[in-house]
DNA sequence: ACGCTCTTGTGAAGGCATTCACAAAATCGA
DNA sequence: TCGATTTTGTGAATGCCTTCACAAGAGCGT
């Protein structure tokens, strides 16, 4: 167990996308997600001072099979030395290119409520690679407060802002109940991709990205299988109980029925 | 496009994972990520009134396409009526059911800091089946504080409540350098489910679940698309110009390349 | 009672992703 | 120079998930 399947996320709309690098291969979308994490992992590597790094050891930093981490990789080309290792240095700038984040790319966040103040003031975005270049909200009491050091902006600016810093990523962290709206101005705007925190279907043209996180729906996918262990637990309870008893339905919830 | 395959997360450790249901039946991980979503667009449904709705409009609110949202239910069972479809009060008890949601499952959120305090503000735990039953921090200046009627405890007293509330799910807010040590806490005290917001792989007994969200990650995935769409519109850019110029490199970054 | 229409439920096919397992490459020491 | 050792890169196999496409079932009007 320890985590599910590869968790084929909670949320997910439909598509599909292939890339050409520069060697012209194409990576599998399964391969993007996980390169995020082996960056991750490669720049506490490098912080670590380690210079080299064996498929072996790099995989399990990064939580993942080594097969699967050097067929990863070599989606990217062939950047590995037999016998030795991955240059933790030249891999990391592999991965970083292939993720095209060589250029510090901006980034717009909208809603600065109580999710989107935690965002705004969040070092693991520009640590890793974002700038945030506007923060946009509605609310009157909110615009002109700093966050950050970057002042909140009315979101009638939403699209000078979006226009002004050539914005293509956005973050959305209203309500649900505009998002879509929101969302609508963004993609006017110029805007391509977004993440979505508003538990809300967005529906957009095709030529926008759309990925969602969903909290709740994260703690229901962990309930199942938490609902799935006690179940299971009482039904060995039960097949123990049996023998002594003749036939028992032990205390516990179990959940998995037919309501 | 629209969205990335089915959003395969950018998370995921690895494991496998298959529920007998009450009918003896097993339900694919992927199709338990869908039906939170599905339980999230009944319930707009039910509140907008409906009574009975079919895979088609279903799934058209889930953002996914009919034939997978009719698969999915299949692993639960037969609720749906021919030519007519489903009946939203009842398919929402069978997912809710099914997920294990029926008995409101207390969460203990450890870390209090910016992000924790947006999570334990957020109302879409509580209407969505989970009841935070403890806070949990070390700043001493945090313990005591109340956050939506609920008090901050020290974590010393981190086993003793998630035994007292039977716990079963937390939710790591802590920085990445005590996310582990928090975890193996959390694990020695009983927890067995994990939804892990650190940039911190964590290492656990095979019987407890991680799910992990790694919000840089879900913006680096976008930036792998966007990059590709500014290569692509390049390339497609040069062949026109070629045909005027002779060979031209058009202006745009344009990463993909070997750095 | 019957035929028409609608929509579910599901075998079968196809497509991806993961895992296996090993040949090829590189280093090192003798 | 050569053999031992290490570790990559990748075909091939396997297993999931998605998608297709349609038979079976349910309601409705006549
Ligand atoms: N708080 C959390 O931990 C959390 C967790 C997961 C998801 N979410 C979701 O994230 C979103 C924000 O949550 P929150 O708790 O920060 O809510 P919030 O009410 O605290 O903040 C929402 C903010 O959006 C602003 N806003 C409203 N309409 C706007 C518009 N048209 N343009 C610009 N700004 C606008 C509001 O002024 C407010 O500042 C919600 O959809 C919520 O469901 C929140
Ligand atoms: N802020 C964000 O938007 C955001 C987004 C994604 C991920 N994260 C991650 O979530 C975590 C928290 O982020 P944050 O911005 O809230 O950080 P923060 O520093 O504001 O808060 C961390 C909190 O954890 C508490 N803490 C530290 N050690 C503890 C311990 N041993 N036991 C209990 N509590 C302890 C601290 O007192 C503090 O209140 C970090 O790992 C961060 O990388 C944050």
Do not use: W
Not at 48 to 77: F, I, P, W
Not at 112 to 141: E, K, M, P, T
Not at 179 to 193: I, P, Y
Not at 217 to 228: G, K, P, T, V
Request: overall charge negative.
């Amino acid at each position: 167990m320890t985590a599910h399947r590869d968790q084929l996320d909670a949320l997910g709309v439909a598509a599909d996308h292939r890339q050409a690098n520069g060697a012209g291969r194409t990576v599998p979308d399964a391969t993007v997600a996980r390169l995020a994490l082996y960056l991750r992992a490669l720049t506490s590597l490098a912080d670590a001072g380690t210079a080299t790094v064996s498929s072996e050891s790099l995989a399990s930093a990064a939580g993942v099979n080594s097969a699967k981490l050097r067929k990863d990789l070599s989606y990217l080309g062939s950047y590995g030395v037999r016998g030795v290792g991955y240059d933790v240095e030249l891999l990391t700038e592999q991965i970083r290119s292939t993720l095209g984040l060589n250029q510090n790319r901006a980034v717009a966040l909208i809603g600065l409520g109580h999710l989107g103040q935690a965002l705004a003031g969040y070092a693991g975005f520009a640590s890793r690679g974002f700038r945030i270049a506007a923060l946009v909200d509605n609310d009157a009491a909110l615009v002109g407060t700093f966050v950050r050091g970057l002042a909140v902006q009315h979101s009638d600016e939403l699209e000078n802002l979006v226009r002004a810093e050539d914005i293509s990523i956005a973050v959305i962290a209203v309500p649900a109940s505009v998002a879509q709206e929101v969302c609508d101005r963004l993609v006017a705007a110029g805007v391509t991709s977004i993440l979505n925190f508003a538990p809300a279907v967005l529906n957009v043209p095709p030529h926008v990205d759309v990925r969602k996180v969903d909290l709740a729906a994260e703690l229901q996918i962990l309930s199942f299988h938490d609902n799935r262990k006690a179940v299971q637990a009482d039904i060995e309870a039960d097949a123990a109980l049996a023998h002594s008893n003749g036939a028992g339905l032990s205390a516990r919830a179990g959940q998995a029925g037919t309501a």
